[in-house]
């Protein structure tokens, strides 16, 4: 209560003294002189008195108050306020004032009148408190820069500009202090460009309101300015230079008096312009707004001061370099340029007249120079003279670049390829520093300007081609560079790119005539790779198609500059060259295709097909907006005559653009994907219409060439897939949506099918069946879903049918149940028809659809399919049974040495479709002997593939088991648990088969024992010399299935067993493994086994752990 009783009168003294010039003393501030109150009191008392004081009305944000600093500049320092203040601090050391400023700076909004005269009574009762006051500003400016916190930054510049007012005799100036504070090289707060950023946008937001006292210490007093930042201090400058005219204050006084600068204000202009030129090597936006705001002074003053006749050095400084830099970027009269290089050879000529002789001189200053800087000055030279000088001149000029080059070369030798007849590029090693300042020094040469004449053209192409004999030692090295730069994923500066496009451009120059094979080896997770190029450029192009998409495109502009450029001039007559007023400098001998290859052509028709500059198509990329520079590409260039001449008749094949495609990463693709799968059909169709060098005349032609591409495209290399899975599925997607726009096979037209494999060849067979089964199942048969079935149709299945039994690769030999389905309706739907249920019944009756049928019977049922089929599907189904059967009969006679065994795959897989599938028919009348014969049908497979359980076996189940090998790898392949569940439910026949053959293990023993010995000699036979690495896979992970599953059944004294030395297990199964690449390794994954068990389930775990993580 006390407490707001003393607020109250506090406040409103506070209001009545306002702006009161005399003091009315309070009573309690009489106390302060009578010893009654302990000094702890006492200093509590004040602090509170005073912090209420800090915190009194006309409340501001800090940035508030410093913009609104012309109020408390004006106040008067001597009124009631600071009177009381000044009793109240008695009792106060400095520490305890800091922290009352402190805390009242702490609070969002402050007082600024009542701080500045807090300022005041603190550097009277305590000068030394300056220093205090000054770590804490640079305290705040520290967070604040490093934050980018506009309230701390505000807070502190207030305090300083405030203490720089009160307490200048302590504190000091503002300009002293912003100069300390921010030109000290010791502990620089604006170290980086980011900080210094900071600092300058907030000292900008300032301009407007500051005085001109504050601009002058910023322009005067400069801040240490960072690496690259010169140009933000420079638009600062003329910011607040512009302020300071607006107030019709001038720095001349200032600069007098603190001796900054002698120069005059057009030099210290210029001097301003060439370090922003130095730092970020670009004509600074202070000249832009000059040129166009103050236009006749740019003209009549400063560009006079600039080009003032000077003696030129040899090799170029900054105000040379920022001259002819301003004359290629800016709109400015050619003669002044020329006029100007006149004068400074004048000028030189005039300096060096008596002292030496011209030639003399030049050679003195070469012996002088390094050998890149001799070559850089020889370089130069031979560009002037290939503009301006003598043809005579320009052989020996070309004499001395080689010279130069030469010299370069004497301190490289130890990076000179060997003589072999590939390139051999290892990128698991960064390159070292030697090899990097050799590639920037020698590539460096090469960096000319786009905007070249044809003189210039022709005279860079033909130092070029005079290099080749040297470059080409050297191929090693510029491919490693080129690579690694283009593998990296970071965008490069526009400098960087040309470049490396003009390293292509010499490569393929100099490779042309010398078809160099280029072997790159890399090093991915400890694993060895080695990828083989034919030529340099296709391994130069392999890397730039998997780069960034902006890298992709920045040079694929420039090569179409490039393109154009030789195009134009093989195409320009002799006598039209001499309208143009060009001289030719000894005519090249070469061509268009020496100077462009044609494998760079194709190159840049694809990247040009994808971004959407072919014939009558243009497409949106959709570029995000950081890239809205590269999006900007000129398809101007593209004009129909412009294009005929870029081809030359070259376009790339169906082929050619498959496989570009397939090598495109989707994650770094400019497309997204709703536009890639558009992008896929509108360049098919331009494909389609253009009848390139695919020789697609029709549609059915052009499914066919895709889908042999794509059947080639899916093989492997050592295990690992050639291209991305989104852009193949795109593809096949884009094959899908080309079929259906095919004839309908109803209306005579052939089945798609048909005619794809009748022309593939057998061992294209496997290859194209696996992306047949990838379409929808109804294409297996038809050519869309609104065909007819008709006798084209059946003729067409039935053929496909007999292609897909003599081929290998459909494991599990049965279709799948989309496929069924269709061919069921489609039956249905010509019911009506009595001459088409003839035809139709031959495919029904097929043992490949039947046993299918069987497979999938249980589901079939419940759609109600099979009633809907009626009798005549009955009697058909009945045939295809019996037929099966007919097959049991004969496999039931294993001991008859004259039994003949089928010899396709297709009695053996229906023969198991009809064991799995048949206990679960109705309405099906089969025999009794066939049902009785299923379970010994069973033992029958188990006990020909067990030929090691009898000393004396026959040679009749040796043939025999070679057989039923191979159908039972593919049953194990796709359900590895089907083995055990047939034998679970054949416990009684199964023991007492076991007891026959003189085994007294039990049932289970027994069970798994066969099983794991059947995999065992399936693997001796079928697997190890003739399947895919596809199915050993499957077989693998199918066996740890079977493992795991016996293993819950109790196998303590199987697992000893497998493991033994008779069974071998454990050796096939690290064969198995070491068989199975990276790629395929990672996706078996096993449960962990209990390892206190022993067992082959434990060392299949133990070893594939082992290969994965050192893959």
């Known amino acids: 209560i006390f407490t707001q009783i003393f607020d109250s009168i506090l406040r409103g003294f506070l209001e009545s003294t306002q702006h009161a010039k005399e003091f009315t003393a309070l009573p309690f501030v009489s106390q302060l002189e009578i010893k009654t109150i302990s000094d702890d009191r006492l200093k509590k008392f004040c602090r509170h008195a005073i912090s209420q004081i800090l915190n009194f009305n006309d409340r501001l944000t800090a940035e508030k108050a410093l913009i609104l600093q012309s109020e408390w500049k004006s106040l008067d320092l001597f009124g009631s306020k600071r009177m009381l203040l000044s009793q109240l601090v008695l009792p106060l050391e400095s520490q305890d004032m800091l922290e009352l400023l402190k805390s009242s700076m702490n609070n969002s909004q402050i ?40 309230r701390k930054l505000s807070l502190a510049f207030l305090i300083a500009r405030q203490s720089s007012i009160v307490g200048q005799e302590s504190f000091g100036s503002y300009s002293s202090w912003f100069e300390l504070t921010f030109n000290s090289s010791c502990s620089p707060l604006t170290a980086t460009r980011q900080k210094f950023s900071t600092l300058m946008r907030f000292l900008s937001n300032l301009v407007p309101t500051d005085d001109a006292e504050y601009l002058k210490a910023h322009i005067l007093k400069k801040p240490l300015i960072p690496p690259k930042c010169a140009d933000i201090m420079e638009d600062y400058v003329l910011l607040a230079k512009t302020r300071l005219k607006d107030l019709k204050v001038s720095l001349a006084d200032d600069r007098k008096v603190n001796n900054t600068s002698t120069l005059d204000p057009v030099e210290e202009e210029i001097q301003a312009m060439l370090e922003a030129y130095e730092g970020t090597g670009k004509i600074p936006s202070t000249f832009f707004r000059m040129w166009m705001f103050r236009k006749p002074y740019l003209i009549q003053t400063l560009l006079p001061a600039l080009l003032k006749p000077r003696c030129l050095p040899d090799i170029p400084d900054v105000r040379m370099k920022f001259v002819d830099e301003l004359f290629k970027t800016v709109d400015l009269d050619p003669n002044l340029y020329k006029r100007y290089k006149q004068a400074c050879e004048q000028e030189k000529q005039a300096w060096m007249e008596g002292v030496f002789d011209s030639e003399d001189d030049d050679d003195l200053q070469l012996d002088l120079l390094r050998p890149k800087e001799r070559l850089s000055y020889q370089l130069t030279k031979y560009c002037e003279i290939l503009e301006n000088g003598s043809d005579s001149k320009v052989s020996e000029t070309l004499n001395s670049v080689i010279e130069a080059l030469s010299g370069l070369l004497v301190g490289q030798r130890s990076l000179i390829s060997a003589v072999t007849s590939s390139i051999q590029v290892n990128l698991s090693k960064p390159l070292s520093s030697a090899e990097r300042e ?36 050297f ?45 790159i080896t890399t090093c991915d997770g400890g694993q060895i790779k080695t990828l083989v190029y034919a030529t340099p450029q296709e391994a130069m192009f392999s890397c730039l198609e998997s780069g960034p998409k902006i890298q992709q495109l920045d040079i694929w502009r420039f090569w179409i500059h490039y393109t154009l450029w030789a195009v134009q001039y093989f195409d320009t007559s002799d006598r039209e060259k001499e309208k143009m007023e ?12 020496d100077i462009v290859p044609e494998v760079i052509i194709k190159q840049l028709l694809l990247v040009g097909e994808r971004c959407g500059v072919c014939e009558g198509f243009r497409f949106s990329t959709g570029f995000e907006s950081s890239s809205s520079e590269a999006s900007k590409l000129d398809l101007s260039l593209y004009s129909l005559v412009r294009w005929q001449k870029l081809s030359r008749n070259i376009k790339p094949s169906l082929s050619d653009w498959v496989e570009f495609e397939l090598k ?40 066919r060439d895709l889908t042999f591409l794509l059947a080639k495209s899916n093989a492997t290399s050592h295990g690992e897939t050639r291209h991305s899975l989104q852009t193949y599925s795109c593809l096949v997607g884009l094959l899908t949506r080309h079929i259906y726009q095919l004839p309908g096979s109803d209306k005579g037209s052939t089945l798609w099918l048909t005619s794809l494999l009748e022309a593939a060849l057998p061992s294209q067979l496997n290859s194209v069946l696996r992306i047949v089964f990838s379409l929808p199942p109804h294409l297996l048969f038809c050519n869309s879903l609104q065909d007819r079935v008709s006798k084209t149709c059946v003729d067409s299945s039935l053929l496909a049918l007999k ?46 659809v039947t046993m299918s049928i069987l497979v999938h019977y249980k589901v079939l049922k419940s ?11 009955e009697e058909e189904f009945n045939l295809a049974v019996q037929w099966a059967e007919s097959v049991i009969k004969d496999v039931l006679e294993p001991f008859n040495v004259n039994v003949k065994w089928p010899q396709t795959w297709m009695n053996g897989a229906s023969l198991f479709a009809l064991v799995y599938r048949i206990p679960t028919l109705s309405g099906v009348s089969l025999p009794e002997k066939f049902i009785k014969s299923e379970k010994e049908c ?16 026959m040679e009749v189940l040796k043939q025999a088991q070679r057989s039923v090998a191979k159908l039972f790898l593919q049953i194990i392949s796709t359900n590895g648990g089907l083995l055990i569940q047939l034998l679970d439910n054949l416990s009684p026949e199964m023991t007492s088969f076991c007891c026959h053959l003189g085994f007294d293990q039990s049932f289970c023993q027994m069970r798994d024992l066969c099983i794991l010995k059947l995999i065992t000699n399936i693997s001796a036979q079928v697997l190890v010399r003739s399947t895919t690495e596809n199915v050993t896979l499957s077989v693998l992970m199918s066996y740890s299935q079977i493992l795991t599953s016996a293993y819950t059944g109790g196998l303590s004294e199987l697992h000893a067993q497998c493991t033994s030395s008779e069974t071998n297990l454990t050796d096939w199964m690290k064969q198995l493994v070491d068989s199975c690449s990276s790629h395929h390794l990672q996706q078996i994954n096993l449960f962990s086994p209990p390892l206190s068990q022993p067992g082959p389930h434990v060392v299949l775990y133990l070893y594939l752990a082992e290969k994965k993580r050192k893959r």
Request: proline share 3%; aromatic share 10%; charged share 15%.
């Open 582 to 593: 060009v001289a030719i400098v000894d005519p090249l001998n070469c061509s268009l295709p």
């Open 863 to 873: 759609l109600s399919l099979l009633k809907e089929l009626g009798q005549s599907f």
């Open 803 to 848: 292609y897909f039994s003599n081929s290998n690769h459909y494991i599990g030999a049965f279709l799948s149940l989309d496929a069924i389905i269709y061919l069921l309706q489609s039956y249905i739907s010509v019911k009506p028809m009595l001459q088409s249920q003839a035809e139709v019944a031959r495919v029904i009756r097929h043992p490949l």
């Open 664 to 703: 495109i990463d989707p994650s770094d693709d400019f497309l997204p994907m709703m536009q890639r799968t558009t992008y896929l059909w509108k360049t098919s169709c331009n494909f389609l219409s253009r009848r390139l060098l695919t020789g697609c005349n029709d549609n059915s032609t052009f499914c």
């Open 111 to 150: 007082n600024p009148l009542s701080t500045l005269v807090y300022l005041s009574v603190m550097y009277i009762l305590f000068p030394m408190s300056s220093a205090e006051v000054k770590d804490y500003i640079k305290m705040e400016l520290t967070t604040g820069i490093e934050n980018s916190d506009m």
């Open 475 to 519: 191929h090693s090295v510029l491919l490693r560079h080129i690579i690694m730069t283009l593998s990296s994923k970071t965008k490069k500066e526009q400098l960087l790119i040309q470049s490396l496009a003009w390293q292509m451009m010499t490569m393929a120059l100099t490779s042309h005539n010398r078809i160099t094979e280029v072997v």
């Open 938 to 953: 069973v033992l029958y497979f188990l006990q020909v593939s067990s030929v090691y359980f009898t000393a004396n076996g």
């Open 438 to 473: 050799f590639v920037l020094e020698l590539t460096g040469c090469l960096q000319v300007e786009q905007n070249l004449s044809f003189k210039q053209f022709e005279g860079v192409n033909k130092l070029v081609s005079v290099l080749a004999d040297h470059f080409h030692q």
